[in-house]
């Protein structure tokens, strides 16, 4: 039995709960994260915080219909698992993160789609595979260091695929920014990128995304941040001025 209460974030509810990232609310990242929670709450966007007995909040998952999904993949009949998140490495091996999985295939089964995907990858900013195949899910395709996994409630449905986001480099001449307010840790990041590059003299478009659909054709497996420099990718996550400042100099700039 689960002694950890899970909550439901609601547009009602989220002054309360809070949006698990960031806890400040009177920081720029956590109003940026609710407000964009509540616009696309009716997209069906869903977020679980789970809370210790203490109501400190030990994990959480958002997910939401495929069709708005924040990532390059195609999942229209599915549900779309952006992210999830066990705080403390001390209950990391309580089953908790399944638990949150099921939070997912339970709001997939209420929808009458076909399963649950997710984009997982050995590198930063995005889920491990090992949680997902121990809960069923299976690899379905892969591109780069992303893999997609998908748990199909009948074998005789078509899986998700990734969309190739490489196409989009293409006529991104000089330096480009990437990014949306689906991670809270973006504000930030964004904000040091644009002063440092701002202070080297070094010229960069920064793009806001801020639809799904723009999200899928983003020029990133992540989907919601992306920095490139003449139609390559540089970076696929958010990074600190430090990092920026590593790859300026890599670059010659």
């Not at 009602?12 to 720029?28: A, E, L, M, Q």
């Not at 195949?133 to 780069?144: I, P, Q, S, T």
């Not at 840790?185 to 478009?205: D, F, G, L």
Request: charged share 25%.
């Amino acid at each position: 039995m689960n002694d950890f209460p899970i909550i439901e974030v609601t547009p009602d509810n989220i002054g309360i709960t809070g949006v698990f990232c960031t806890k400040n609310p009177k920081s720029d990242a956590y109003r940026t994260k609710r407000d964009w929670y509540i616009k696309r709450y009716a997209e069906g966007l869903r977020m679980h915080i789970m809370n210790s007995q203490e109501q400190k909040p030990v994990s959480f998952i958002e997910f939401v219909p495929g069709e708005f999904a924040w990532r390059p993949v195609e999942a229209k009949e599915y549900v779309f698992i952006h992210c999830l998140y066990v705080y403390s490495k001390q209950d990391r091996d309580k089953g908790l993160g399944s638990l949150m999985v099921e939070k997912a295939g339970q709001y997939a089964q209420s929808l009458g789609l076909n399963g649950v995907a997710v984009l997982a990858s050995d590198g930063n900013w995005i889920a491990d595979k090992r949680l997902f195949l121990r809960n069923g899910f299976e690899v379905c395709d892969k591109r780069g260091r992303f893999e997609l996994l998908v748990r199909k409630f009948s074998d005789k449905v078509q899986s998700p695929s990734i969309i190739d986001w490489t196409e989009n480099l293409h006529g991104l001449d000089g330096w480009h920014l990437f990014y949306a307010d689906q991670c809270p840790w973006h504000e930030k990041s964004v904000k040091a990128i644009a002063e440092t590059m701002q202070k080297r003299q070094i010229p960069i478009v920064v793009h806001r995304i801020e639809s799904a659909s723009e999200a899928r054709q983003s020029p990133s497996g992540y989907g919601v941040f992306a920095i490139v420099k003449d139609g390559e990718l540089i970076e696929d996550h958010n990074i600190s001025e430090t990092r920026l400042l590593n790859i300026l100099k890599k670059e010659g700039c």
